[in-house]
């Protein structure tokens, strides 16, 4: 069993920045790709970003494309959501996720985090 942990969310004032974490309990190399995504109160759970393996391949939603960045650290097992020019729209629960989805959108992920909240304060 996989265990992710997120870190890195809070506050954060419209236009300013912040980075999440999602530590793996294994190398993730052996996890596979990751993804981020988010929930908002009274929504259903959207795709934010995707890493693949090698860190080679990345994605975006288009409402985050230009502000958000995914990047992963193998030697670290943990992979970060830079977030700029944050908005009020970008609050929510950010969740990371990881596995060999067929569609890095859409899933299936194998292991999901607990979630980490990220406000945005217009």
Not at 6 to 17: I, K, N, R, T
Not at 52 to 78: C, E, H, I, M, P
Not at 114 to 119: L, R
Request: charged share 15%; aromatic share 12%.
């Amino acid at each position: 069993q996989v265990h992710l942990v997120e870190s890195g969310g809070g506050l954060v004032q419209a236009g300013g920045s912040l980075t999440l974490s999602c530590a793996a309990s294994e190398r993730t190399f052996s996890i596979g790709a990751m993804g981020w995504f988010r929930q908002a109160p009274g929504k259903e759970r959207e795709f934010v970003g995707y890493i693949s393996w090698l860190g080679d391949v990345t994605t975006y939603a288009d409402s985050v494309k230009g502000r958000f960045t995914v990047s992963r650290d193998n030697a670290k097992s943990t992979v970060y959501l830079q977030m700029n020019s944050l908005k009020p729209d970008d609050t929510a629960v950010y969740y990371c996720a990881a596995g060999a989805p067929v569609a890095v959108r859409k899933g299936p992920y194998d292991f999901w985090g607990q979630g980490t909240q990220v406000t945005v304060l217009s």
